[in-house]
Structure formats: C-alpha cells, structure tokens
C-alpha cells in the first residue's frame, strides 16, 4: 500500500506541474500576441532608416562623423540580449553561447588583456556574466518592467558616450531575433562604428536622389546616433517576441509531456491496485480454505 501511496502523490504533483505550465502557456501567448505587434511596426521603420542612412553615408568621408571611423578594436564592448526569466528552452543558453563563440573567434586577444566588457539585458545574461567575473557594465534588469524606447535609449546614449570617450573600439550585438512562435534566429551584428552598405559588383543599385536640407552631413550626423538607437530597440523588442514564443513553445511541450507522464503513472497505479487487491483475495480464500479443511 506504501507503493500506491506514493504513485498517488506523484499523479498529484504531475498534475499541479501540469496546470502550471498550461497556465505559463496561455499567459506567454497573449504577451507574444503584443510583443509581437511591437516589433512588427517597428520593423520597416528601422529598416527604412538603415537604408536611408546607408544611402546618404556611402558618400561621406570616413571622418564626417565618429561613428563612422574604423579603430582598431583594442577594447570591446559586447551587448547581449537575454531575458530576466527561465523556463523558456534554450532561449537564454544559445544567446549566451553564441556571445561567447563571438569573443572565441574575434575577441580571444582582447578577452586575455581584459578588453571585453559585456553590456547585459536581461537577468540571465547578466548573472552568467557577473559569475564569471566578466567586466559587466550597468545593470538593465528593469528595461522589460516597462519597455519603451526612451528607456532602452538611455543604455544606448551610455554606450555611445563610451564609444566617444574611447572606452571601446568597437560596440557587438547579439540576441534573439523573432521569426515565429517555434523559431528564433540568432544574431551577431557590429552595432559601432556602423558598417558601410556591402556593394556587390554584379548589381545595379539604384541611387536615390534626395533633396537634402540643410546638408547631407548635418542630416547624417542627426540620423546615425537615432538609427544606432533604434537598431538596439529593434533588437530589445526581437528579444522580448522571441522570449514569449520560446516560453509559449517549452511549456507546450512540458505540458504534453506531462500528460504522458500521466498516463504511465495511472497505468503503473492501476497495475499495483490490481496486485494489492489479487494478493487480498488469494490471502482470504487461502485463509478460508485453512478453515475448511480444520
């Protein structure tokens, strides 16, 4: 009977499990539902912008704005978006380990003289870095409490300020970038100095012809440190879409599991009650067969 006591209360157990992460599972679908609004409206604005600036800077001189100069990256910053939260797969492990190949590949010279700073967003990735005595800058834990771009402004206004300063050479991006609820694509990009537009040799591009006032280099000089801004709430707001569809998409799987997990427990409860209750019965018939036969 200890047995069946103890299949009865794991049935329980896996059945609380599994009312949570339903309940984790709904919750995570209707934040994806706004998260992902968010960044989609966000979308062809920031791209206009990056092409519009791409555009306008092809024909600049490398020193019509700072942001702009190639240095020589002695000194690296590294932003990597993750998310204050667990239970959502391996959302925050492969951000993590994908700013970790980066500084393995690019960075290891840097790392071993102590230039690698780490700018964390996100509780995960600033633990994981802060444990493993990275020079983690800042602390933007509450930028998800209330996610809008004046506050994820203020980061990117330190960085770029850092940047000026000559405190990094070079600014890198990684995080989540939000494809559908079951796939998130991972992405490493060099936020600073901005890069130039790639032209291919086999293709025509189309010049545009703007209109330009009051000159192309005081429009420029406006729009790279906007366009850098919105480049990391772009991929603030990536982050966040992914994070619910990875959490939306792990509970549903724990859920299923569960209910499998269920099934076997039942079927393991039902066998033991049907042993404890043939034992019963061969024990009084074999009792009154002892009587009988007095």
Known sequence: MANLKEVR?????VSSTQQITRAM???????LKRATNAIIQLRPYAKKLKELLANLSASLEDGSSPFLVER???RVLIIVVSSNRGLAG??????????????????????????????????????????????????????????????????????MEGFLKGNYDRVELVYNQFKNAAMQILVSEQLIPVPKPEVKK???QSQVDYILEPSQEQIVEQLIPKNIK???YKAVLDSNAS????????????????????KSLKLSYNQARQAAITTELTEIVSGAAALSSN
Not at 9 to 13: D, E, F, H, M, Q
Not at 25 to 31: E, H, L, P
Not at 105 to 125: C, F, H, T
């Open 202 to 204: 086999d293709s025509k």
């Open 90 to 159: 391996a959302f925050n492990a492969n951000v993590i380990k994908m700013a970790n190949n980066l500084i393995a590949e690019k960075y290891m010279e840097q790392y071993k003289a102590g230039n690698v700073s780490i700018v964390a967003i996100g509780k995960k990735s600033q633990e994981y870095y802060q444990r493993r005595k990275y020079n983690v800058i800042g602390n933007n834990n509450d930028l998800y409490l209330d996610l809008n771009f004046e506050n994820a402004s203020k980061i990117t206004d330190s960085i």
């Open 72 to 74: 020589v990256p002695n």
């Open 243 to 262: 994070e619910h569809g990875a959490r939306m998409t792990a509970m549903d799987k724990a859920t299923d599991n569960a209910g499998e997990l269920l």
């Open 25 to 31: 599972k709904m919750v995570s679908a209707a934040k």
């Open 230 to 232: 919105i480049q990391v």
């Open 9 to 13: 209360n794991r049935i329980k157990s």
